[in-house]
Nanobody, 124 residues
């Protein structure tokens, strides 16, 4: 069993930054791609980005490219999402997840373990 706990969310003004953390416990998340998703009110959960093990490759959805960066510390079993130049449209609950597929999957169904989410609110 894998437990994922996100932290670091909060309220920030547009243009500001936040760093989210996702701490894993239980079975190791090593050897698996880790992803970040988000869900805004009234919208479907969407892929934000992902990072392969041990961290050589990342991919991002177009709307966050150049602003968000995913990294991981495998020794600490922790994945990070650095978010810069935040916009009001980035407001959402952010979730981390561990994939069940190889490569860099982007579909929700390709991730088998999820955290509880952390709220990010960007004010204009």
């Amino acid at each position: 069993q894998v437990q994922l706990v996100e932290s670091g969310g909060g309220l920030v003004q547009a243009g500001g930054s936040l760093r989210l953390s996702c701490a894993a416990s239980g079975r190791t998340v090593g050897y698996f791609t880790m992803g970040w998703f988000r869900q805004a009110p009234g919208k479907e959960r969407e892929f934000v980005g992902a990072i392969t093990w041990p961290g050589g490759s990342t991919t991002y959805t177009d709307s966050v490219k150049g602003r968000f960066t995913i990294s991981r510390d495998n020794a600490k079993n922790t994945v990070y999402l650095q978010m810069n130049s935040l916009k009001p449209e980035d407001t959402a609950v952010y979730y981390c997840a561990r994939s069940t597929m190889g490569g860099i999957p982007t579909k929700i169904s390709d991730y088998g373990y999820w955290g509880q989410g952390t709220q990010v609110t960007v004010s204009s």
